[in-house]
């Protein structure tokens, strides 16, 4: 079985911040990461995804992810918060079977103050 | 442009009606989910299809019910059995071809009246 687990489901920095949001995951096969984000009352959009090769993974919107098999692991980051990034974000993780279904963390709700 | 419809926006259901949620995809896709969104929580699996004709129960299945009778469509149907239905519904799709994730639709809100 695999699951995500998200650190803080609310994270607020100050416009022009640094933005890590975390996300740790389990799997008993080489995994498939994804980060999405939702923005109030709409659907999810795909920020970026590790399949394989390599492991800094870029994103629209100044995010990326780096896949960090050792500390199994894969954390968000954007330089510099902007006032748009405040959404909620999700990690999720394939490990291959079952369909290839995707398994969601419990979301972080980025706050970006001015 | 190809990806996932879902209507209405917005739904109101009175106490002990059933109600149905549209989704339609044109990515020629072959898997669909439906999934459910409290506020403050994270998404729970309902359904999934995997092929037409074909669907299984995801976590909380009880008080839905689901069809896939094309591969464009697999609608949603709230019964009254489901003695707690407001939230945010969010259907989704992807290509079994391939490990790329997830497709979502903008999502329906139901709410009880």
């Known amino acids: 079985a695999q699951s995500v687990t998200q650190l803080g489901s609310h994270v607020s920095v100050s416009e022009g911040a640094l933005v890590l949001l975390r996300c740790n995951y389990s799997s008993s096969v080489p995994p498939y990461l994804f980060w999405y984000v939702q923005y109030p009352n709409q659907g999810l959009q795909l920020l970026l995804k590790y399949t394989t090769g390599a492991t800094l993974v870029k994103g629209i919107n100044g995010f990326e992810a780096e896949f960090k098999k050792s500390e199994t692991s894969f954390h968000l980051t954007k330089p510099s918060a902007h006032m748009s990034d405040a959404a909620e974000y999700f990690c999720?993780?394939?490990?291959?079977?079952?369909?290839?279904?995707?398994?969601f963390g419990g979301g972080t709700r980025l706050m970006v103050k001015p | 442009d190809g990806g996932i419809t879902q209507s209405p926006k917005y739904l109101f259901r009175k106490e002990g009606q059933n109600v149905t949620l549209s989704c339609e995809q044109n990515?020629?896709?072959?898997?669909m989910y439906w999934y459910r969104q409290d506020p403050g929580q994270g998404l729970r699996l309902i359904y999934y299809?995997?092929?037409?004709?074909?669907?299984q129960k995801g976590d909380i299945a009880e008080g839905y019910s689901v069809s896939r009778e094309k591969k464009e469509s697999f609608p949603l149907t709230v019964t009254s059995a489901q003695k707690n239905p407001t939230a945010f519904y969010l259907c989704a799709s992807r290509s079994t071809g391939g490990n790329y994730g997830y497709t979502f639709g903008s999502g329906t809100r139901l709410t009880v009246v």
């Open positions: 990515l020629n896709h072959d898997a």
């Open positions: 999720a993780v394939s490990d291959g079977n079952a369909g290839n279904m995707l398994t």
């Open positions: 299809s995997q092929i037409v004709n074909d669907f």
